[in-house]
């Protein structure tokens, strides 16, 4: 009963909150009104805020220094929840922009506001249309010196091991010669598993770690880079000590 009422409660607020921030949003991306970037700085942030708040959910952050300075980069992260969408989304100390299924465009409300803010919709079942996608992103992080998030498995992992990881980041990464940032979630499974609509609060905790660097690589090194990344990936969400960037001062796995 508690967290069918806690479900409830999240419903209530998120729909509230998702009118008022796309509003707030939609109107000054479309009126190019002069607090337009912090809109959609702040907006996403507050939205994202308030479902974690009223789910329930508290987020526990470790390795933010790895983001410190802020620079383009591409995110890559597990996925088990769309509370992984809110702790980062809602918490994230950069300028970030998410690469999402085509079909989010179509929410109502939350769609328009989405694309508003420049994040980028991706057809997964279209491979041209998909790698047309990733050149905007790319295009963006090289005007707006944005973080791109990913979710390279591609869906939410319905029982917490993690999916194949797609290699469409890490051409993105080799092609602008950016770093990959590797994160790992965890206890969001145990909060909102894939298919369910229910929510239980409590904890959980995103850990991110060292950059993994791509200099001197080119796009025939996409396996490699891809295989490091989900390693590190792994590693994170497994409690293991954060990696340093320094493998000669990392603890081994």
Do not use: Q
Not at 10 to 39: D, P
Not at 117 to 123: A, E, S
């Amino acid at each position: 009963m508690i967290r069918l009422l806690n479900s409830l409660r999240l419903y209530v607020v998120g729909l509230a909150s998702t009118v008022f921030y796309a509003i707030r949003i939609v109107g000054a991306t479309t009126f190019k009104t002069r607090n337009m970037e912090r809109i959609c700085w702040t907006g996403p942030r507050g939205w994202c805020r308030s479902l974690l708040r009223a789910g329930g959910v508290t987020v526990e952050w470790e390795g933010l220094e790895h983001l410190d300075p802020p620079r383009p980069a591409v995110l890559v992260s597990n996925h088990e929840s769309w509370y992984d969408v809110f702790a980062l989304g809602g918490h994230l100390p950069v300028d970030y922009r998410f690469v999402g299924k085509k079909e989010l465009v179509k929410i109502p409300f939350f769609g328009p506001a989405w694309l508003a803010c420049g994040n980028i919709p991706i057809d997964r079942s279209n491979r041209t249309a998909a790698f047309e996608s990733l050149r905007m992103a790319g295009e963006k992080i090289r005007r707006e010196k944005a973080v791109v998030i990913m979710f390279p498995e591609g869906t939410r992992s319905a029982d917490g091991e993690m999916l194949p990881f797609k290699k469409g980041a890490f051409v993105l990464a080799l092609d602008l010669g950016v770093p990959v940032i590797p994160v790992g979630v965890v206890g969001s499974r145990e909060l909102m598993p894939k298919g369910s609509f229910l929510v239980r609060p409590g904890r959980m905790t995103v850990r991110i770690g060292a950059p993994i660097e791509v200099d001197g690589m080119t796009v025939d090194d996409r396996g490699l880079l891809l295989e490091r990344a989900r390693a590190e990936v792994e590693r994170l969400r497994s409690g293991l000590p954060i990696s340093s960037g320094d493998p000669d001062n990392d603890i081994e796995s």
